[in-house]
């Protein structure tokens, strides 16, 4: 059984930086692209950052391109986020995803297989 295991997530400070990890287990990921959505109560669920198996193509949401880095430890089947000089619209729960590609759609889960449950991260002013 596949399982997507987030964590980082909590209250911090605009102006802040944060790091989210994502620990995937239950299969073979070889291939697989790995990446970040967010999702605020009434909105439609957004890329924030994705990253191929190898590495070499990354894609970054709007909000956010500029100030974050996301990367992969494919050891340890682990994915990062990181997100710098945090902004109250960035108030979001985080969600982990892993899929075969990247579809760049939300009408089917962007490509998505896989999702964690979610981390909920507060930006404060």
């Known amino acids: 059984q596949v399982q997507l295991l987030e964590s980082g997530g909590g209250l911090v400070q605009a102006g802040d930086s944060l790091r989210l990890s994502c620990a995937a287990s239950?299969?073979?990921?070889?291939?697989?692209?790995m990446g970040w959505f967010r999702q605020t109560s009434g909105k439609e669920r957004e890329l924030v950052a994705a990253?191929?198996?190898?590495?070499?193509?990354?894609y970054y949401g709007d909000s956010v391109k500029g100030r974050s880095a996301i990367s992969r430890d494919n050891a340890k089947n682990t994915v990062y986020l990181q997100i710098n000089n945090l902004k109250p619209e960035d108030t979001a729960t985080y969600y982990c995803?892993?899929?075969?590609?990247?579809?760049?759609?939300?009408?089917?889960?962007?490509?998505?297989?896989?999702w964690g449950k979610g981390t909920l991260v507060t930006v404060s002013s």
């Open positions: 995803a892993v899929g075969a590609y990247y579809s760049g759609s939300a009408t089917n889960n962007y490509g998505m297989n896989y």
């Open positions: 239950g299969r073979n990921f070889a291939n697989y692209v």
């Open positions: 990253v191929t198996w190898s590495g070499s193509t990354t």
